[in-house]
């Protein structure tokens, strides 16, 4: 019964499909191929607790990722950050001069973008 159904169901996906592909309407036909090629992914709405008991509520799987997400997050006294070293510097730079400015623009080529994004 079940495999008739199957192929009933089938049979007139396919017809739409060759509708669509009659009328020219392929965002139909793309999503027709799309759903008779697509397999079962079933859902997975259970989670296990601290102690490994499966929760299936749905309250009580949103209460343990709040909790999970919280543990996880909770500052640990056992992790130690290490603290970077900026360099600094203390010398005051000079503005560049205008003859340095106005030859490096020169030394650009024509209709390329500077730097190393390889945009051309």
């Known amino acids: 019964m079940m495999r ?3 192929e009933k169901y089938i049979k007139e ?3 739409w499909i060759e509708d669509n592909s009659i009328t020219n309407s392929i965002k139909d036909l793309y999503q027709g191929g799309k759903n008779l090629t697509n397999k ?3 859902t997975i709405d259970t989670i ?3 102690n490994g008991k499966i929760l ?6 949103k209460e343990r990722w709040a909790h999970y997400s919280t ?3 909770k500052k640990s006294p056992n ?3 290490p603290q970077h070293k900026f360099l600094v510097n203390d010398k005051e730079e000079l503005p560049p001069l205008y003859s340095a400015v106005a030859n490096a623009l020169k ?3 024509a209709n390329k973008s500077p730097g190393s994004n390889f945009v051309r």
């Open 13 to 15: 996906q396919c017809k």
């Open 107 to 109: 030394e650009l080529k």
């Open 56 to 61: 299936g509520e749905a309250e009580e799987v």
């Open 71 to 73: 543990d996880l997050y």
């Open 4 to 6: 008739r159904d199957k």
């Open 48 to 50: 296990k607790d601290e």
């Open 40 to 42: 079962f992914k079933p």
């Open 79 to 81: 992790i130690v950050v």
